[in-house]
């Protein structure tokens, strides 16, 4: 493995009472996509924060390419921030804009011109040098805010929640997009997000942040398929947990477990070999290409369940409210969070 | 807001009224410094510009206008370089009695200008012994000067936040170059604004200043006052309010352009 572009070690910062981030260790590669997950509060942009250098440390310290820059201000670290709400300079033009971090390191003025129209057409916005920040649409705002900081080809790209303020339709397409921008210029990116699926989507690793810790660090697939907590199956899709004595009657044993929606089959969709339960669907709701059906079951908890609509009218579907149904699961797919762990609700 | 047909006509009278009640007085001063009358008589029984030539010619108009000149300048930049210096250190760092120190600096402007007066003269006299001057006149005027260049520069950093500059420092400004490219270009239509109003303080100040000037110093507001009622030299003095009058619209159109910029500052928040 090559040096860790970012490594935080037992990092916990306090603002007065308020304990922001709390024994934070985390590894991150180099040239990795890697996101930073959590529900509102839990502390993703004091850690961004702290390791752009805009907020020091209570304890514990940040090393970036092996260097320890603890007590470095931002100027001194190579890394470059995208702010959520871009931080463009009003008073300057979108190639001035792009051009500044460049002209402060006295970078030539043709070679600055230069790297600065790049970046801009990378973002395609080559035409829009001359406009001010004022004069440009949310989307492209965001995208000089990624050209003002890629230009100065830093080791390490922090994103905070970037696409925050962008319509659904818009923040799909820049996922998209930065993603490949990612993989073209290989530089590391820290992304910070509050929405799972763009988490899934986009990166290389995830870590899921709640009150201030890690309480998992793992790829898309795994944190999915095997979230290692509670907190981390209700956070990153839906969950289905079965616990304490629904568990003892469901799946046969005590302990803790998640089944995802989509794992579970309904009615005449039940194979042989499942695991099964009885249980009484109580309500459809209609999602165009996929119906969610949510099922008391006779041992306690309601499950969701996934059906993809492929045969059978709306009608027919719905008509399933209220009905007694059978649902069942590939044994394999019940994911076990550890035996003795307490849930506890959480709101995002 | 919706009005009945009545109380817009109503609205229209008494702003009518409030203006007329404003501005006739000082279209008299200006039709005054073309009456041949000494004594203002009414109606003017001829017209002429002959004050206007007297009053170019007067000395004593003259140097008072250059004397405020100068301590307006000198008090408006001493205030410009203090008061936003005060802004900064206030905005940036919490420290313990930072809202008692905001009040003190803002303090000095609601005192009556006797009780600011007397004391300037008196700390300058006794505690520092320096004769009454030019220097104690322009430390003084810049003590209510500071005021306004402060609550301009602090209301403006309150609504920018330290975001664009935390994107600068990010960019790899250090903190001189940040505040050159960034924090002075961000304030500068707040502090323009601030020095307009500081240096029409400054400009019409009679009281501190009579404390604090000394013999030799008089600037305009007191050779005004003390020439109004010698029969010799009030139509000088009508033509040169005349022509402050003429004068001072110009800070409040600049003032006014001004204002246009802070949108487009506000627009990009
Ligand atoms: N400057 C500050 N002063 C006091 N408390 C702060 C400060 N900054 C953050 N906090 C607190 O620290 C905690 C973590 O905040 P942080 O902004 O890191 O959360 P976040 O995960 O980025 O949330 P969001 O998704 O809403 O942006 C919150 O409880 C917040 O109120
Ligand atoms: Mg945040």
């Given at each position: 493995m090559s040096t860790a572009a970012v490594e935080l070690v037992g990092l916990s910062k306090s603002f007065g009472d308020v304990t922001?981030?709390?024994g934070v260790d985390l590894t991150i590669r180099d040239g990795e996509f890697f996101s930073m997950l959590g529900p509102s509060g839990s502390g993703k942009t004091t850690v961004l924060r702290m390791i752009a250098g805009f907020e020091q440390p209570t304890s514990g310290s940040v090393h970036l390419a092996g260097q320890d820059v603890t007590g470095r201000p931002p100027f001194a670290r190579d890394v470059n921030t995208v702010f959520q709400d871009y931080a463009l300079f009003p008073h300057m033009d979108v190639l001035a804009n792009v051009e500044y971090g460049l002209r402060v390191k006295k970078v030539p003025r043709p070679e600055r011109r230069e790297r600065a129209m790049a970046a801009l057409d990378s973002v395609q916005l080559g035409d829009l040098a001359a406009r001010r920040p004022t004069q440009l649409s949310g989307g492209q705002r965001q995208r000089v805010a990624l050209a003002r900081a890629l230009v100065n080809r830093p080791r390490v790209l922090l994103l905070d929640e970037p696409l925050g303020a962008l319509d659904l339709k818009l923040r799909r397409a820049m996922q998209l997009e930065l993603k490949q921008i990612q993989r073209e210029v290989g530089i590391t990116f820290v992304f910070v997000t509050h929405d799972q699926e763009e988490a899934l989507t986009m990166s290389d690793r995830i870590a899921v942040f709640r009150d201030g810790r890690i309480e998992q660090v793992a790829t898309p697939a795994d944190l999915y398929?095997?979230?290692?907590s509670p907190f981390v199956a209700g956070f990153v899709g839906t969950s289905n947990l079965l616990d304490g004595g629904a568990a003892q009657t469901v799946v046969g044993r005590p302990g803790m477990f998640s089944i995802r929606p989509e794992k579970i089959h309904l009615g005449d969709d039940v194979r042989d070999g499942d695991a099964t339960a009885p249980g009484v669907v109580q309500d459809v709701v209609y999602l165009g290409s996929v119906n969610h059906y949510l099922v008391e079951l006779d041992a306690g908890p309601t499950l969701t369940v996934l059906r993809q609509n492929l045969r059978g009218t709306t009608d027919e579907a719905m008509a399933l409210r209220g009905q007694r149904v059978t649902v069942g699961w590939a044994p394999e797919h019940v994911i076990e969070l550890g035996p003795h762990q307490q849930l506890e609700k959480e709101e995002s | 807001m919706t009005f009945s047909p009545a109380t817009r006509v109503l609205l229209r009278a008494f702003t009518g009224l409030v203006l007329l009640f404003v501005y006739a007085p000082l279209a008299l001063v200006v039709l005054n410094s073309f009456n041949t009358s000494r004594t203002f008589?009414?109606?003017?029984?001829g017209f002429t510009t002959r004050w206007w030539s007297a009053a170019v010619e007067s000395d004593g108009a003259r140097n008072a206008i250059v004397v405020s000149l100068e301590v307006a300048v000198m008090a408006t930049v001493i205030a410009l370089v203090l008061g936003t210096m005060a802004a900064l250190a206030l905005q940036r760092f919490r420290f313990f009695g930072r809202d008692t120190v905001s009040l003190l600096i803002i303090l000095p402007i609601a005192l009556p200008g006797v009780v600011t007066g007397i004391a300037l003269a008196n700390a300058f006299l006794t505690m520092f012994g320096i004769q009454l001057g030019m220097l104690t006149l322009v430390v003084s005027h810049a003590t209510f000067c500071i005021v306004t260049v402060f609550n301009n520069a602090i209301a403006r950093l309150r609504r920018l936040g330290g975001n664009l500059e935390e994107a600068s420092m990010d960019l790899g400004a250090g903190t001189f170059r940040t505040f050159w490219s960034i924090t002075l270009p961000m304030m500068r239509s707040a502090l323009l604004a601030g020095a307009l109003l500081s240096f029409a303080l400054s400009f019409d100040e009679i009281i501190v200043t009579t404390f604090t000037a000394g013999q030799g110093i008089q600037t305009l507001p007191i050779w005004i006052y003390q020439n109004l009622f010698r029969p010799n030299q009030a139509p000088v003095v009508n033509v040169v309010a005349a022509a402050l009058i003429v004068l001072s619209v110009i800070p409040i159109w600049v003032s006014q352009k001004l204002a246009g910029t802070d949108e487009s500052v506000a627009a990009a928040r």
């Open positions: 922001a981030v709390d398929e095997s979230p290692t | 008589e009414w109606p003017p029984p």
